[in-house]
């Protein structure tokens, strides 16, 4: 398939799923294990690491990422996203902070801004919807300032995972995904584009098979089975690596930060 149809694809899926983004969300990430609070608080951490200025969020989608920093830290936001519908979330969240973000329809492989603009980028949940991080990794790297802190987060497979289950599991239940890759391999992906990579943090959460298909299969009228067909047929060593029980499966989630370092 080509990049452009791929890209039609994640950008339809989220015109439908805008409605009930940040209420899927809240029920993944506000678990009892509090994931969303170790999260947050890498996050926060590396932000106020970085020197003030403007920020860029790659795939800002609803703005929930960036209405938590922009009251944590003082910097500016500037956003980028595929979706209208998920850009207009964004906007509303953050409608008294107008004169803080900026906010843009664009593509995370073709950043509208000038080299060594920004002293901090992230990208949450995002790449793996690119057909290959490469380039958008390439993007983010020119538009960072010579030591400027890169996060990067996305649910990742587990270095075990020899089979690929987890990724093979994610393109069942949805088209609109890309890739999955092992922190290791992601990390050798942010290294090749400039960006040194200073602290992996992997955190694992519960999540229920019906879970999974609400916030996915469900938009591409994907029936339960294909997914429960996938579960049972699971080998002994990915039920191990993933919890696999008969409601739900541990995943992973990478928090990788990095700095740029390249002229
Ligand atoms: C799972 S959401 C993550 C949103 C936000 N970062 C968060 O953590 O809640 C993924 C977002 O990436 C956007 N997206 C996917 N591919 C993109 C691309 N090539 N360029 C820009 N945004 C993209 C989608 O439209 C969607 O809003």
Redesign the pocket.
């Known amino acids: 398939m080509s990049k452009v149809s791929h890209?039609r694809i994640?950008?339809k899926y989220?015109s439908k799923r805008a409605f009930d983004y940040d209420a899927q969300?809240a029920r993944t990430w506000k678990s009892r294990t509090g994931f969303d609070a170790q999260i947050f608080n890498e996050i926060t951490k590396a932000a106020l690491n970085a020197e003030k200025g403007t920020v860029l969020?790659?795939?800002?989608?609803?703005g929930?990422?960036c209405f938590y920093l922009i009251k944590e830290t003082e910097h500016c936001f500037a956003g980028?996203?595929?979706?209208k519908e998920?850009l207009k979330l964004a906007k509303r969240k953050l409608t008294s902070y107008r004169k803080k973000s900026n906010l843009l329809l664009?593509?995370?492989?073709y950043i509208p801004f000038q080299d060594n603009t920004f002293n901090l980028v992230i990208c949450?949940?995002?790449l793996h919807?690119?057909a290959s991080p490469k380039c958008?990794l390439e993007e983010i790297s020119r538009v960072l300032k010579k030591n400027g802190v890169f996060i990067y987060g996305d649910v990742c497979m587990h270095e075990e995972d020899v089979t690929s289950f987890m990724d093979r599991l994610e393109r069942t239940i949805s088209p609109a995904h890309a890739k999955y890759y092992k922190p290791s391999e992601m990390r050798r992906l942010i290294e090749k584009s400039g960006i040194r990579v200073a602290k992996t943090k992997i955190i694992s959460y519960r999540k229920s098979y019906a879970s999974l298909i609400e916030d996915k299969a469900k938009y591409f009228n994907i029936k339960s089975e294909k997914l429960f067909h996938l579960i049972t047929e699971s080998t002994e060593k990915e039920k191990e690596l993933y919890k696999i029980d008969e409601n739900q499966m541990t995943l992973f989630y990478v928090i990788m930060i990095g700095f740029k370092v390249t002229a």
Not at 57 to 62: H, L, T, V
Not at 106 to 109: N, P
């Open positions: 890209k994640v950008q989220y969300k969020e790659i795939g800002i989608g609803s929930r990422v980028i996203d595929l979706s998920m664009a593509d995370a492989e949450m949940s995002t919807y690119l958008a």
